[in-house]
C-alpha cells in the first residue's frame, strides 16, 4: 500500500510559478512510475507529465517547455515544476504511482492561475 500527499498548490498570477511536491509513504518509491494528473470540474482527468523508474520522462502537449516532473528516490518525492503559468492551467492536480496492476492516488492539490 502506498499512500501519496501532494503539496504546493494555491493562487498565482499568469506567468508565475508553483512547485508541487508528491510525498509517498511506504518503501519501495523507486519501483513505481510516478505520474501527474490534472482535472477541470466536469471534465476527464488527463495525464499531464510521467517519469519512469529509470527517469525518463514525458509530457502532454500543452505543458512541454513549461512543466518538468522529477523524482527523488531517497526522499520518496515526486515533484512537478510549473513555469509560464496560464489560466487554463488552474485544475486539481493529482499526483499518481503505479506499479503493474497497483494504481495509487493523493487527494489532489488546487492550482489557480488568475490575475
Known amino acids: 500500500q502506498v499512500q501519496l500527499v501532494e503539496s504546493g498548490g494555491g493562487l498565482v498570477q499568469p506567468g508565475g510559478s508553483l512547485r508541487l511536491s508528491c510525498a509517498a509513504s511506504?518503501?519501495?518509491?523507486?519501483?513505481?512510475?510516478m505520474n501527474w494528473y490534472r482535472q477541470a470540474p466536469g471534465k476527464q482527468r488527463e495525464l499531464v507529465a510521467a517519469?519512469?523508474?529509470?527517469?525518463?520522462?514525458n509530457y502532454a502537449e500543452a505543458v512541454k517547455g513549461r512543466f518538468t516532473i522529477s523524482r527523488d528516490n531517497a526522499k520518496n518525492t515526486v515533484f512537478l515544476q510549473m513555469n509560464s503559468l496560464k489560466p487554463e492551467d488552474t485544475d486539481v492536480y493529482y499526483c499518481?504511482?503505479?506499479?503493474?496492476?497497483?494504481?495509487?492516488w493523493g487527494q489532489g492539490t488546487q492550482v489557480t492561475v488568475s490575475s
Open positions: 499518481n504511482a503505479r506499479f503493474t496492476s497497483n494504481n495509487y
Open positions: 517519469i519512469t523508474v529509470g527517469g525518463n520522462t
Open positions: 511506504g518503501s519501495m518509491f523507486s519501483i513505481y512510475a
